[in-house]
């Protein structure tokens, strides 16, 4: 089992990323999965969550309007699309997967988590 996260790098104030969170191992249709980030010296916070099936979508606060959270199944890959990117979005970004309904869930539920991608964003 395996999540490798991918498509940070470093952004100007109001640029966009995709990152992209691909799955291996297992059948990702079956997981929900969330993204989450940390940034120095602060915890883990989660960002947004996918449902399985019903593909329903869950967003922090600080990022609804400004992130979109997908999935395609057939490339085993959940994105995520970050626009109109603020200095407090640095952070490096984890993807997780947890055999749940419904997103949110506990960070507990989460049994695998991708290395992370890290996210500049900078002028």
């Known amino acids: 089992v395996q999540l490798q996260a991918s498509g940070g790098g470093l952004v100007q104030p109001g640029g966009s990323l995709r990152l992209a969170c691909r799955a291996s191992?297992?059948?990702?249709?079956?997981?929900?999965v969330g993204w989450f980030r940390q940034a120095p010296g602060k915890e883990r916070e989660a960002v947004s969550c996918?449902?399985?099936?019903?593909?329903?979508?869950h967003y922090a606060d600080s990022v609804k309007g400004r992130f979109t959270i997908s999935r395609d199944n057939a490339k085993s890959t959940v994105y995520l699309r970050l626009n109109n990117l603020k200095p407090e979005d640095t952070a490096v970004y984890y993807c997780?997967?947890?055999?749940?309904?419904?997103?949110?869930?506990?960070?507990?539920?989460?049994?695998?988590w991708g290395q992370g991608t890290l996210v500049t964003v900078s002028s």
């Open positions: 997780a997967r947890a055999f749940l309904r419904s997103c949110p869930g506990r960070t507990t539920d989460y049994d695998y």
């Open positions: 191992g297992f059948l990702l249709d079956y997981y929900l």
């Open positions: 996918i449902s399985r099936f019903e593909n329903s979508e």
